[in-house]
């Protein structure tokens, strides 16, 4: 048996202090890859007359400290390569232009939503990432723009994701459809059913994060979507992969098999603080041409905000 648990001025001066105390706090965040990008880099560059083959290779090892990964640092130092025109003194213009182009050919960073239905949204990530706890703020951020939530405890063989989900609904006050040790694909059907029976704008689905059988949760992933396509064909808005910014490269590699399965359409990243390297974004777009979407920048459950390329630059090259 399933269960649910049912749980004009002086606005927008405080937007604009949310607004500004948002960019501090991204500033803060991006200290350690700010310090490699325009302290180290920059530093490093505008020494130099002109580019030279030993100095685009310290360049690059730089930038692969950053935690930009290789491919993407490669692809910033052959373009230098190639060309006579940019100069050392010009580096922090050319970072910023590349970092700028390669985040736009990812695509489009706002998450989709229709207000005129309900909107269906797929979480995907290997244990340990932060997913339950990115749900709880995308709900709750939801909630807080006025719209009524409904969460789906997916990831059913694992107890403990379950029962923190349960906590976290009552403790911003959604429902949520869970049961322990079901088939994840009919824990998603009830939820859908209660989505539109009873007019939710927002359904939010956990899914499994075990990567030891990658057949199993591919089936697992398969049969959830399956469920969706079959149930609400237009309603599934994003396919979500949480990713931690402080596993940097490794996490990415380690959560590539969700990049097969998973029909992604964006990244959240969690744990974006001062323990982190923030170019870890860059690296994403790059590479597997995914916008990121949301980044979490604390503990608090308000700790969520929409991806802002221009912040993200500006607060890198500040």
């Known amino acids: 048996?399933?269960?649910?648990?049912?749980?004009?001025?002086?606005?927008?001066?405080?937007?604009?202090?949310?607004?500004?105390?948002?960019?501090?706090?991204?500033?803060?965040?991006?200290?350690?890859?700010?310090?490699?990008?325009?302290?180290?880099?920059?530093?490093?560059?505008?020494?130099?007359?002109?580019?030279?083959?030993?100095?685009?290779?310290?360049?690059?090892?730089?930038?692969?400290?950053?935690?930009?990964?290789?491919n993407v640092s490669s692809y910033l130092i052959d373009n230098l390569r190639k060309q006579n025109i940019i100069k050392p003194s010009e580096i922090k213009s050319y970072l910023k232009d590349e970092f700028s182009k390669i985040l736009d050919n990812a695509g489009n960073n706002k998450i989709r939503y229709d207000k005129n239905g309900l909107n269906i949204y797929l979480i995907t990530g290997v244990n340990g990432v932060g997913k339950t706890t990115l749900i709880a703020k995308l709900a709750n951020k939801f909630k807080k723009e006025g719209k009524k939530v409904l969460l789906a405890a997916g990831d059913t063989f694992r107890a403990a994701a379950v029962e923190q989900l349960q906590i976290w609904a009552n403790r911003i006050d959604v429902n949520i459809v869970y049961k322990h040790n079901a088939d994840p694909s009919s824990v998603v059907y009830e939820a859908i059913s209660k989505a539109k029976n009873e007019n939710y704008n927002v359904l939010i689905i956990d899914t499994a994060g075990r990567l030891q059988n990658k057949y199993n949760l591919m089936e697992e992933l398969n049969k959830i979507k399956n469920v969706i396509i079959k149930n609400a064909p237009n309603d599934l808005k994003e396919s979500l992969l949480v990713l931690d910014a402080t596993m940097g490269q490794n996490g990415i590699s380690q959560a590539a098999t969700f990049f097969e399965v998973a029909n992604l359409t964006g990244v959240a990243l969690t744990k974006l603080d001062g323990s982190s390297k923030g170019a870890i974004v860059i690296s994403i777009a790059k590479d597997y041409k995914l916008p990121l979407k949301l980044i979490g920048v604390g503990e608090k459950v308000e700790d969520i905000k929409d991806f802002d390329k221009d912040d993200f630059i500006q607060s890198l090259f500040i």
């Open 1 to 70: 048996m399933f269960s649910f648990f049912n749980k004009k001025n002086n606005e927008e001066n405080k937007s604009d202090k949310d607004s500004k105390g948002f960019f501090s706090s991204l500033k803060e965040t991006l200290s350690k890859t700010s310090k490699c990008l325009v302290s180290d880099i920059i530093s490093y560059a505008s020494e130099k007359e002109e580019f030279d083959d030993l100095t685009l290779d310290d360049m690059e090892e730089i930038l692969i400290k950053a935690d930009l990964g290789v």
